[in-house]
């Protein structure tokens, strides 16, 4: 038990000598810092946002989006820059989602409406949001990497999902559409691991596709997407009483 705080988000920090880890707190949204070595807490922003119910780090963790609690049915999200010496906090369109820093700090994110979602950028805190892509679908999580932007199509049990690639505005089919579909994606984009009720079987089905050589595989035990966690380029699943790697 490190903490006494309700966190709900967290980032680790210079692990390699001895570590800190920086986290989010539930409802004010105030960071704090932890030395794994000596146990010291501190807090880093103080800045009250109200409502968090959770966060994104940026990978150099002085940055972080809070996301609120919103009575309305419209998601509200606060992006937060904290230093030594001065804090910066700026309000992002409503129905943010699907957040995610890049290697030098800018901002990934889209924004959802009734029948279409918008990919946007934003390189730093004070500079203005510029428009990458807009797409047909409004219920999505979106995997950003270095090498491609894949789009998981969520849908209930009766509807069809799959996985497309946006590429120059234009969106592409990855992964065929299926019944009650649900997928995870490595963090480089180059592994897919989906599953889908099959109706020629009567039964759920689950596969790998390799990204680079088109490649698909069946994974040797019925992975439910929901229950893997991505660890590098493997998947790391829960199975009946059990974790399994794929």
Known sequence: HITREDLIASTSLSIEDGGFLRYA?????HIYEIDLQGGVEKRVS???VG???DAVFSPDGNSAILIKESSSG??????LTYGATSEQDSILPENSSNFHFTADSGLLFTV????ETTGY??????????ELWQIPLNDVDIKWSSSSTLVI???????????YEVANGQLSQVVAPGYSFSAVISDDGHQILYSFFDTGLKARVSYILDTETAETITA?????????GVLATKFLCATSGAFQTL
């Not at 419209?74 to 992006?79: H, R, Y």
């Not at 959802?112 to 029948?115: A, R, V």
């Open 153 to 163: 199509n969520k849908t209930s049990s009766m509807l069809k999902g799959g996985v």
């Open 220 to 228: 040797v035990f019925p992975a439910v997407p929901e229950k893997c």
């Open 25 to 29: 707190e539930r409802g004010t949204g």
């Open 51 to 53: 409502k968090v119910i």
């Open 121 to 130: 950028e934003q390189s730093n805190i004070n500079q203005p949001t510029k």
């Open 46 to 48: 103080g800045n009250t």
């Open 74 to 79: 419209n998601s509200s999200a606060v992006w």
């Open 112 to 115: 959802s409406t009734q029948g």
